[in-house]
């Protein structure tokens, strides 16, 4: 497939998106934020800590951050009606290629992440599988034996490296339950 662009909706003359999820600006930088220039410029992409990949638009010198995802949907799909989600139909959240994207209801995105096992939402207990998880099965299953042995949660949260709140959940079940 060959690479597309269109302008992105609101922001038209100033910015496009392609069909691969590149994002580039025609608006030059410093001084002169409101001129243009003919030749565009890739905007670098922020990953952020859950993965979804954003970039920041300027319009009259307002600076708002979005998703990638949602701009190659707005500009190639069309409008995303609200309270619509835009799932990533493989479950990667940095592949914003227009054939990995879809708009539907959060229900819908909800059932997607359970198909491809990236929803971690209530009553899912990953564990070690998350990809956020700081601890592996063992370790859950020492630090409750050394719990149990009489160390304080504090020298549990210090050894694991996680915070003294984590370990309080841990030992009592309301987080790793599964184990």
Known sequence: MTEEWKAI??????YEVSNWGRVRSFVK???KLNELTPKPRFLTIHIRFDRYQSVDLTKNRVREKVHVHRLVAK???GPIGK???VAHL???PSNNDLTNLRICSPKENESHKKDHGTYYGRGIT????????????????EMRDLSKAGWSQQELADRFSVTQTNVSLIVRRKTWSHI
């Open 9 to 14: 909706p609101g922001y038209e003359g100033m």
């Open 29 to 31: 930088i410093g001084r």
């Open 75 to 77: 500009a190639f799909i």
């Open 83 to 85: 309270g619509m989600h």
């Open 90 to 92: 493989d479950g990667n």
């Open 126 to 141: 990953p564990g070690q599988d998350c990809w956020r998880a700081k601890l592996r099965d063992e370790q859950v299953i």
